[in-house]
């Protein structure tokens, strides 16, 4: 039987262009990497981020430094077991920080096992409908411009983040809808920034426009005002999906149906592990489960393993634009001329990364310490 050897931890922070949405300042994406390697000469590689206004945010990064010892030892291929080895804390551990581990664990297992992941996750197809989804733009101009741009890249649907401001954002989707409407499928998110009011107004209109959702208008924890907005749109609501991290909390929440879908980010809650059991709970309850997908392409890379073993997924969320996101991975996903995205060749997650790439914008890194350590 093999046995975990080694936990290591690479915070790498690129020089890229900064994108930001919700009127926020520039944001600056820490990239933790968790390599697990086993005594069989396997390495399976897991990732998360974290976001910071203006430098790099490095509490997640941290939090794993602890979790590597509840698992050196042990037997990588019972992820299930692992995946409960790390929540042993009696208080709540960074689920950004169990995911990275967990993600690790998965790819391990799908290589050593030789198959894509999603294929060892059951394998519901082999591609899924892709969103560009955009950052926030400087003026209704330059969203007419991306729009264009998107629809010659292949994209059939297009996820917008705009100012969250409402009178504001109503007036650039209008005037988009407007231009590219028949042609293109579009979302709303608001970033949980809207007020209650802003929400009706902006909800009705994309209901007469025709938008696939309305995501976000309030934190996901507001459902006072989420029961109430659903009295006044039929508009499909959709969640923030980073609000809520718990499994329990979250069918709490869902069972209740404030939204009309599960959202969540494998990378940030809880790894492929729990996000199988949130595609279970949308499937039981008759939801979509959506994900978040928002970020460096390793962030990318467990997404759509998770999408492609899911029944219930409706479209996979790609960041525009690309270059923002790509940093460090040779075969990037990216949408075909046929709106869709595929997982990479190869076995685990499929991503080849260029080590070389990461070590240059490596700003820490860390061996996780064993039991015997301590």
């Known amino acids: 039987m093999a046995t975990i050897e080694r936990v290591h931890v690479i915070g790498v922070g690129p020089d890229i262009p900064r994108t930001t949405w919700a009127s926020m300042p520039p944001q600056f994406m820490l990239m933790t990497i968790v390599q697990v390697f086993d005594s069989d000469g396997g390495v399976g590689v897991g990732c998360t981020q974290s976001y910071g206004s203006g430098e790099y945010d490095f509490a997640t990064f941290e939090s794993i430094r602890t979790l590597g010892q509840y698992i050196i030892g042990k037997d990588p291929s019972n992820i299930e077991a692992r995946w409960r080895d790390l929540h042993t804390y009696i208080t709540p551990t960074a689920p950004g920080a169990i995911a990275a581990v967990d993600i690790a664990l998965w790819d391990l297992a799908a290589k050593k096992a030789r198959l894509p992941l999603y294929k060892m996750l059951g394998g519901s197809r082999d591609s899924i409908p892709a969103y560009a989804s955009t950052a926030e733009l400087e003026t209704t101009a330059d969203y007419l411009d991306h729009v264009e741009e998107m629809i010659a890249d292949g994209f059939t649907a297009i996820k917008f983040h705009a100012w969250n401001v409402p009178e504001k954002d109503l007036e650039m989707l209008t005037t988009v809808h407007k231009k590219f409407g028949d042609t293109v499928t579009f979302m709303h998110d608001a970033e949980n920034r809207y007020d209650f009011n802003g929400a009706v107004k902006v909800g009705r209109a994309l209901e007469e426009m025709g938008f696939r959702w309305f995501e976000a208008p309030f934190r996901d924890y507001d459902l006072a005002s989420y029961f109430r907005l659903r009295e006044r749109i039929k508009i499909p609501i959709v969640p923030h999906g980073l609000w809520l991290m718990d499994l329990q909390e979250i069918y709490h929440h869902v069972s209740r149906f404030p939204w009309d879908a599960v959202r969540f ?53 790609l960041p525009i634009p690309y270059d923002a996101y790509e940093y460090g991975i040779v075969n990037p996903i990216r949408c075909d001329e046929n709106g869709e995205v595929r997982a990479p060749d190869g076995h685990g997650i499929g991503l080849e990364i260029d080590w070389d790439a990461m070590k240059r914008a490596t700003l820490a890194e860390y061996d996780c310490k064993s039991v015997d350590d301590l």
Not at 292 to 310: C, E, F, N, P, R
């Open 265 to 317: 980010d494998a990378s940030m809650s809880g790894g492929i592990t729990q996000a199988r059991k949130m595609v279970a709970i949308a499937e039981a309850l008759g939801l979509p489960a959506e994900q978040q997908s928002w970020g460096y392409s390793l962030i990318q890379g467990a997404a759509i393993h998770v999408g492609l073993a899911s029944p219930v997924s409706s479209y996979f969320e």
